[in-house]
């Protein structure tokens, strides 16, 4: 199985974590590329006016893990203009998870995490599991340690 983890990190927590996944990954066996979504303008707020730079080819995956920071409680902009701009998801397996400073999930995380399902699902697809990573919690790499584990027996 080809799995693509697709990530947009603006201070670096997102992307740790997408790293630990894929060594996990790797270590199973699969095929593997981990790559980021880049916008010119990080920083906009408004995602009809967000320019990407990088924007991965989320069609040569069998299974894609999409990852991204809370930003004002909500998902990043940057994946919420990346996701918009996908065709077509169907046929795929799809997971998602979102790393916020904040300790619990209900402070923007749960909410940013359903934005991020409910924008995979508009392109035609299940999403089987969601996750959600608070940095200040006092958990935090035991959370890590076990989404990682848990994800990876999903593939």
């Known amino acids: 199985m080809k799995i693509g983890i697709i990530v947009h990190s603006h201070t670096g927590n997102t992307y740790s974590v997408a790293q630990r996944l894929k060594e996990e990954l790797l270590a199973a066996g699969h095929a593997l590329s981990l790559e980021k979504v880049i916008a010119v303008n990080d920083e906009q707020p408004d995602v009809s006016k967000i320019q990407l730079k990088e924007t991965p080819d989320a069609s040569e995956y069998d299974a ?9 409680f909500s998902l990043s902009p940057v994946m919420k203009s990346y996701l918009s701009q996908i065709v077509s998801l169907k046929g795929k ?6 790393t916020e400073y904040f300790p619990y999930p209900w402070m923007g995380g749960n909410r940013a995490v359903d ?3 409910k924008l995979c699902e508009t ?14 919690n006092r ?3 035991k959370k890590i340690t076990n ?8 593939f």
């Open 123 to 136: 392109k035609g697809t299940e999403v089987f599991e969601t996750r959600v990573i608070n940095w200040s």
């Open 147 to 154: 989404m990682v584990e848990e994800l990876s027996k999903l």
């Open 93 to 98: 397996k799809i997971v998602c998870y979102v």
């Open 64 to 72: 894609l893990i999409f990852g991204a920071p809370v930003r004002g």
């Open 115 to 117: 934005q991020m399902k």
């Open 139 to 141: 958990q935090r790499e």
